[in-house]
């Protein structure tokens, strides 16, 4: 079974290799934007300015609500502008971004740097890629949303141990300049070599005579209330997990668990979102997202139950394996299902609104588990009221995946 679905990957790279990369590298660049790498310069930049971690997490969570603010009507374009022409202008803004953090003139300006490397690398690159993956592909749609999806982990991977290295020969502003001058190279080689290849790839989908030619017509889901849950449980992962990684250094001290010990954890969750996102691929192409989107708070439930359960070290691993799982599988399921529901000319705005519901989910969840932190009760409750919650989620959508409708 291994053997075979790892034929069917490798089939699909030899026959779609320009476009496999070109979604696996705008997953992989959108890293510069995640929270995970904008941590490395936090201490540079409190140490510049003499600023509090609560000022510079308001001051993040404003780049962040910004973003997801902004991205829908950006994200909209992309149903309306060729792909070549769409990427290498939020390409543009990506690097330039950086360049304005790493140029140091002034606060103001490391924000506005920070929110155009939030708002193309977290908020477009990411719909770039999973947007171009779902309309491209067909047949094959799960196991290459899988494939460009690994790209998000190579970035994790990677990133850190980079800036770390390069931070010890030159200083955070050249690594910075140095991360910038990467994907411009990296995209100037692709377009000259594989644009010829690709050239349909690139193009914008047609609308269809049925569907009318009303830009207003992509809000019409959202009045749905089975369309919302189907949002909600995709969205709340992504509120749970981010509140809880967030915070992680705290809940480890609640939890008797070592920040060493968390951080052997964490190399454990990214095997395991990996494999989970390798191993969906398949099932998607086999069952259809739509069919397996019921499954996919499954994970995240069994990973709250770790959690409030338990204080083992055992706890942590599984705790974390579960979640891995729960953005492996997740994420692939849920950047195919919106194509098998929606026609392909409004998946650029569909899961644009998507985007911003997950962007706004992941800006409100840092503050919200402070307050339940700082509250003098239990943290457990909780942690309660969050598996009671995904719970309902859970048992609601069962019963609502035939009514979805675009």
């Known amino acids: 079974m291994l053997i075979k679905t790892l034929n069917e990957y490798k089939d699909l790279i030899e026959r779609f290799p320009f476009q496999v990369t070109f979604s696996m590298s705008h997953y992989f660049f959108g890293g510069f934007g995640q929270t995970f790498f904008i941590a490395f310069l936090i201490p540079f930049i409190q140490d510049s300015y003499k600023i509090s971690n609560s000022q510079f997490g308001l001051y993040y969570g404003a780049c962040t609500l910004l973003s997801a603010i902004l991205l829908p009507f950006a994200g909209r374009l992309y149903d309306q502008v060729n792909l070549k022409i769409y990427a290498s202008i939020v390409l543009f803004f990506l690097c330039f ?10 606060l103001w300006s490391i924000f506005c740097g920070i929110f155009l490397v939030r708002f193309c690398g977290q908020g477009l690159f990411t719909h770039i890629s999973s947007t171009s993956t779902a309309r491209f592909f067909d047949e094959s749609r799960g196991k290459a949303q899988s494939l460009a999806s690994l790209g998000a982990s190579l970035s994790e991977a990677i ?8 931070t010890k020969i030159f200083s955070w502003q050249k690594t910075l300049v140095i991360f910038a ?9 692709f377009y000259l070599f594989g644009l010829k290849k690709t050239h349909h790839f690139f193009q914008v989908v047609e609308d269809d005579k049925r569907s009318g030619n009303k830009s207003s017509q992509f809000f019409l889901p959202l009045k749905n209330k089975s369309f919302t849950l189907l949002v909600l449980q995709f969205v709340l992962p992504a509120f749970i997990l981010t509140g809880l990684f967030f915070h992680k250094i705290a809940l480890g001290e609640l939890k008797s ?13 990214a095997v395991a979102k990996t494999i989970s996102s390798i191993l969906t691929g398949p099932l998607v192409d086999r069952y259809t997202a739509r069919s397996l989107s019921q499954f996919c708070l499954i994970p995240m439930i069994l990973s709250l139950l770790i959690f409030y359960l338990s204080n083992h070290p055992l706890a942590a691993v599984l705790y974390l394996i579960s979640s891995g799982i729960t953005i492996g599988f997740g994420s692939c399921v849920q950047s195919s299902v919106w194509a098998e529901i929606f026609p392909k000319h409004q998946l650029g705005s569909i899961k644009a609104v998507m985007m ?8 409100l969840a840092p503050p919200i588990f402070g307050w339940a932190l700082d509250m003098n009760y239990d ?10 919650l995904t719970m309902i989620v859970f048992r609601f959508q069962e019963k609502n995946l035939d009514k979805i409708k675009a």
């Open 181 to 189: 001058a990467v994907p411009s190279f990296f995209y100037i080689f």
């Open 257 to 269: 668990w070592s920040q060493d010990f968390l951080a052997f954890c964490f190399v454990l969750f």
């Open 159 to 166: 990133f850190p141990l980079f800036f770390i290295f390069l």
């Open 97 to 106: 971004g950086l360049i304005i953090v790493a140029a140091n003139i002034s």
């Open 356 to 363: 911003q519901c997950i962007i706004l989910s992941t800006a």
């Open 379 to 388: 943290f457990h409750f909780f942690i309660l009221f969050l598996i009671a």
